[in-house]
C-alpha cells in the first residue's frame, strides 16, 4: 500500500508549463516616468509677464497602495523622477520638497506600459 501511496504522490506536483499555453512573469512591471514642478514662482504674476513652474530639484516620489508604500525613486536635480512598479494604481506624492505643499495623484499602471506624469507642488506665493 505504501509504495502505491508513493507512486501517487510522485505524479502529483507542479507542471512547468502553464495551462493557458503562455507565460507569466512574477516581476512584470510598469514604469511611471515624469516630473515634479513647484509654482506659482512668483511674488506677482501679471497676465503679460509669464511666471512659469519651476522644477522641484529635491526629495522622492512615493507611490503607495492603501496607506502602504509600495516604491520610491528620487526627485533628480532637474526635477524628474522614475518608478518601476507592479501593475496597478498607485497615489504618488512628492515627499522631503521642504517647505512646499505638494499633491497626491491617483495614477493607474499597466504592465509593458510607460505612464508620465507631472505633480505639482504650491510654493505659498501668492
Same mark, same amino acid.
Given at each position: 500500500?505504501?509504495?502505491? #501511496? %508513493?507512486? @501517487?504522490?510522485?505524479?502529483?506536483?507542479?507542471?512547468? =508549463?502553464? /495551462? +493557458?499555453? &503562455?507565460?507569466?512573469?512574477?516581476?512584470?512591471?510598469?514604469?511611471?516616468?515624469?516630473?515634479?514642478?513647484?509654482?506659482?514662482?512668483?511674488?506677482?504674476?501679471?497676465?503679460?509677464?509669464?511666471?512659469?513652474?519651476?522644477?522641484?530639484?529635491?526629495?522622492?516620489? #512615493? %507611490?503607495? @497602495?492603501?496607506?502602504?508604500?509600495?516604491?520610491?525613486? =528620487?526627485? /533628480? +536635480?532637474? &526635477?524628474?523622477?522614475?518608478?518601476?512598479?507592479?501593475?496597478?494604481?498607485?497615489?504618488?506624492?512628492?515627499?522631503?520638497?521642504?517647505?512646499?505643499?505638494?499633491?497626491?495623484?491617483?495614477?493607474?499602471?499597466?504592465?509593458?506600459?510607460?505612464?508620465?506624469?507631472?505633480?505639482?507642488?504650491?510654493?505659498?506665493?501668492?
Amino acid at each position: 500500500m505504501s509504495i502505491l #501511496v %508513493a507512486a @501517487v504522490l510522485a505524479g502529483c506536483g507542479s507542471s512547468s =508549463t502553464p /495551462s +493557458s499555453g &503562455g507565460t507569466t512573469s512574477p516581476t512584470a512591471t510598469a514604469t511611471v516616468t515624469g516630473s515634479v514642478v513647484s509654482g506659482p514662482s512668483c511674488p506677482v504674476a501679471h497676465a503679460d509677464t509669464p511666471c512659469p513652474d519651476r522644477p522641484v530639484g529635491k526629495g522622492a516620489v #512615493v %507611490a503607495r @497602495v492603501g496607506g502602504h508604500e509600495a516604491g520610491r525613486g =528620487t526627485i /533628480s +536635480s532637474a &526635477g524628474r523622477f522614475q518608478l518601476s512598479l507592479p501593475p496597478g494604481s498607485y497615489e504618488l506624492t512628492p515627499e522631503g520638497t521642504g517647505i512646499l505643499t505638494c499633491a497626491t495623484v491617483e495614477v493607474p499602471v499597466a504592465v509593458g506600459q510607460t505612464t508620465p506624469v507631472t505633480l505639482r507642488c504650491d510654493t505659498g506665493i501668492r
